[in-house]
């Protein structure tokens, strides 16, 4: 048997807290280092349903994604889900941007889906840690690529035509559309990420570059996967398992 401060020390050599971006939250958010574990569960994020499902598993830790506490809390009350942690006794450790940066976590894990090959990171000065990935695809048309991703991602995928054949395309899951600037001073011809807005298509197609929205949930999930993997290995006597989960994105 084993504690939660030996889960979280292991997912700290894999993707150092430390190494998190300045407006994170990552790390221990709800629970106590010296609370024994049985069973771990991945979530992408914890909500209320996403504890009920830990309890009703024989949960001791959620690991997730995204943090359950990203900004200062200034009241705890009953209904809220770090509130419902403790009461459940249930350990919370996030993973945000360590997993966003890392090597082999959501953004190798999404090139991967997309197979791409000759996968690299795209720096980028604004990062200590870029979470972008650029890589080769077989050339296509855009609407031919949003297709191939919907086929590989699920969901709906959104994107703009600037007209060429895509062949050179980088990535970035979840919120990467504040990197379209970034992106746009290389040579390539498409970004995929999760989420943009009406002005950052246009922003694109001045900018010649083919963008598409994939969904937040669609872009990310794929980590869980590898970081399941990575567990189980470590601890080979400890259930790990990948709670079941959906966008909560619903398409007319």
């Known amino acids: 048997m084993i504690k939660v401060s030996e889960v979280y020390d292991f997912l700290n050599e894999l993707y150092p807290f430390d190494k998190q971006e300045s407006w994170d939250n990552s790390g221990l958010l709800v629970g106590n280092k010296d609370n024994l574990v049985n069973k771990i569960v991945l979530a992408l994020d914890i909500t209320s349903q996403a504890v009920e499902q830990a309890e009703d598993m024989g949960a001791d830790v959620i690991v997730s994604h995204h943090p359950v506490i990203f900004q200062p809390l200034k009241t705890l009350m009953s209904d809220s889900v770090p509130f419902q942690l403790a009461c459940s006794d249930i350990s919370a450790i996030c993973v945000h941007t360590p997993l966003d940066n890392a090597s082999m976590g959501v953004n190798d894990a999404l090139a991967k889906m997309l197979r791409l090959d000759n996968v690299k990171i795209l720096n980028v000065k604004q990062c200590e840690m870029s979470p972008l990935r650029i890589g080769e695809t077989q050339e296509q048309s855009a609407e031919e690529f949003a297709t191939f991703i919907r ?8 994107f703009n035509d600037c007209g060429k054949k895509i062949k050179t395309v980088a990535v970035c899951g979840g919120s990467g559309s504040c990197f379209i600037d970034d992106v ?12 943009a807005g009406h002005h ?28 399941e993997k990575k567990l189980k290995d470590k601890f080979d006597d400890i259930d790990v398992e990948i709670m079941e989960q959906y966008s909560p994105i619903k398409n007319a």
């Open 151 to 158: 086929t590989r991602l699920g969901g709906d995928v959104r």
């Open 184 to 195: 746009a001073n290389f040579e390539i011809d498409a970004f995929v990420t999760g989420d």
């Open 200 to 227: 950052n298509f246009l922003d694109a197609q001045e900018k010649g570059l083919s963008l598409f929205a994939a969904g937040h949930y669609e872009t990310e999930i794929w980590a869980l996967k590898i970081l």
